[in-house]
């Protein structure tokens, strides 16, 4: 950072009053300040629209209450959650709640420090070697949050001489990630192998290249084609990193994501994930079987000056990351309630994403009919997510569902019944698939 010099003071005919080592002109006029909030005024503006349009602030809206992992009242009105990214239903899991309780009546509610300044708890130890093993992969970092893994380990990775590649459809931890590091940053088009290919055949044997991409991404629930990126990535001698925050406990026989259920576990030097989706709390990881993963302890910003997560956390996500690995039940509901809403909006004309996941994006022709479709949703009693450009891939205004192991078939026909609404209302504007 730029050191900034203090100015001299201005002379005055008042006493200059010194406060420790500052020079004060008491009683002098205040000088202006020039705007410092004008640059962020189209965005209220853009934003008091949508708060117009839709009658309610589709970014502070209230929970009044949570009645279960996929209920509760907003507005008064008991909705069906449809956009909580709780894909197993695990923020309940009776087992989680009682291993976190009891972490916390013996620990305290919170570290009040990070594991570089105040040590690591034993709860933080054991975690990351559980999800070792959970991955059978060598090495494990916790980190606070998803976000602060990909910021707190691709920052750490990617020094000034390397190059990092990631896929244009990345998540903004990714992209802050990147700002964060010093290495060059290319972005290749959305899963497109051979756009990625081009750019690391231009780029010398010698530089460091890591190749980032999502197992299943966020916001329109495709998958990543992992074999073929990976075919690229050994062509040109790059790294490869897996953020699968969408896709533990969501794919693959023990839950791990698409790097086991393509059986591409080994061809991936790194996967980042975190607990606030399926494992339904919050923390974050990076796993790999680079032993000198353990220097990022010592490398990586948001590794060393945040606090580590609380013990009650932690206990929380190890019993339900168990839950993920032994009982597939879970995902086999999972996966029938996302045949059933998947193929039912399909049914109804809706342009549903290319791939069938938990994740089902519908592109609205424009971000005035997705506004009122997200509020026609709301007043049948479904919360979607709402996502807006400039926050969505290629700009495009989407009603973004996401599915749970939790719902039940009464609550999803309520959601089709609901789409069905949207749908008349934007006839004739929506690219039927
Ligand atoms: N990666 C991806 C692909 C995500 O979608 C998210 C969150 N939406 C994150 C990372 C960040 O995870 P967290 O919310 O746990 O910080």
């Given at each position: 950072m730029k050191p900034i010099s203090s100015p001299a003071p201005e002379s005055s005919t008042e006493s200059a009053v010194s406060l420790n080592g500052v020079t004060a002109q008491a009683h002098a006029a205040p000088v202006a300040k020039p705007d410092i909030f004008a640059k962020l005024r189209p965005l209220r503006n853009r934003h008091a629209h949508i708060v117009e349009t839709l009658g309610i602030d589709p970014v502070g809206m209230r929970i009044?209450?949570?009645?279960?992992?996929?209920?509760?009242?907003?507005?008064?009105?008991?909705?069906?959650?449809?956009?909580?990214?709780?894909?197993?239903?695990?923020?309940?899991?009776?087992?989680?709640?009682?291993a976190a309780d009891e972490a916390l009546h013996a620990s305290g509610t919170g570290t009040t420090g990070s594991r570089a300044a105040n040590g690591s708890y034993a709860y933080h130890?054991?975690?990351?070697?559980?999800?070792?093993?959970?991955?059978?992969?060598?090495?494990?970092?916790?980190f606070t949050t998803g976000y602060q893994a990909n910021v707190g380990f691709i920052s750490?990775?990617?020094?000034?001489?390397?190059?990092?590649?990631?896929?244009?459809?990345?998540?903004?931890?990714?992209?802050?990630?990147?700002?964060?590091?010093?290495?060059?940053?290319?972005?290749?088009?959305?899963?497109?192998?051979?756009?990625?290919?081009?750019?690391?055949?231009?780029?010398?044997?010698?530089?460091?290249?890591?190749?980032?991409?999502?197992?299943?991404y966020s916001m329109l629930g495709d998958y990543c084609p992992l074999k073929e990126i990976v075919a690229v990535a050994r062509r040109y001698g790059a790294y490869i990193l897996v953020d699968e925050a969408?896709?533990?406990?969501?794919?693959?026989?023990?839950?791990?994501?698409?790097?086991?259920?393509?059986?591409?576990?080994?061809?991936?030097?790194?996967?980042?994930?975190?607990?606030s989706k399926s494992v339904g709390t919050i923390g974050g990881f990076c796993v790999s079987n680079h032993d000198e993963l353990e220097t990022v302890r010592i490398a990586s910003r948001p590794y060393c000056f945040t606090a580590s997560l609380p013990p009650s956390v932690v206990a929380s996500a190890s019993v339900s990351l168990e839950r993920i690995r032994t009982d597939p039940s879970l995902r086999q509901k999972l996966w029938a309630n996302t045949d059933f809403l998947y193929d039912g909006l399909r049914a109804l004309g809706l342009p549903v994403g290319p791939d069938k996941s938990p994740v089902i994006g519908l592109i609205m022709p424009d971000a005035e009919s997705a506004l009122r479709g997200w509020r026609t949703l709301l007043d049948a009693g479904v919360y979607?997510?709402?996502?807006?450009?400039?926050?969505?891939?290629?700009?495009?205004?989407?009603l973004r569902c996401s599915l749970t192991a939790a719902h039940s078939r009464a609550q999803l026909e309520v959601v089709l019944a609901a789409f069905e609404r949207v749908r008349d209302q934007t006839a004739g504007l929506l690219a039927v698939q």
């Open positions: 009044e209450r949570l009645d279960s992992p996929t209920e509760a009242w907003i507005e008064g009105r008991r909705c069906t959650l449809m956009g909580s990214n709780n894909y197993l239903g695990l923020t309940f899991n009776p087992a989680a709640i009682a130890q054991r975690l990351e070697s559980q999800l070792a093993e959970f991955y059978a992969c060598k090495r494990a970092i916790l750490a990775i990617a020094g000034k001489d390397d190059v990092v590649l990631i896929d244009s459809d990345s998540h903004a931890s990714i992209y802050d990630g990147c700002k964060l590091g010093e290495a060059t940053v290319y972005h290749f088009r959305h899963n497109d192998p051979e756009d990625l290919a081009r750019r690391l055949a231009r780029l010398p044997a010698s530089v460091n290249k890591l190749v980032i991409v999502e197992g299943i969408h896709a533990l406990g969501v794919l693959g026989e023990t839950g791990r994501g698409l790097t086991q259920q393509t059986g591409l576990g080994a061809e991936v030097d790194f996967i980042v994930g975190t607990f979607v997510n709402l996502a807006l450009p400039p926050a969505t891939p290629r700009n495009v205004a989407l």
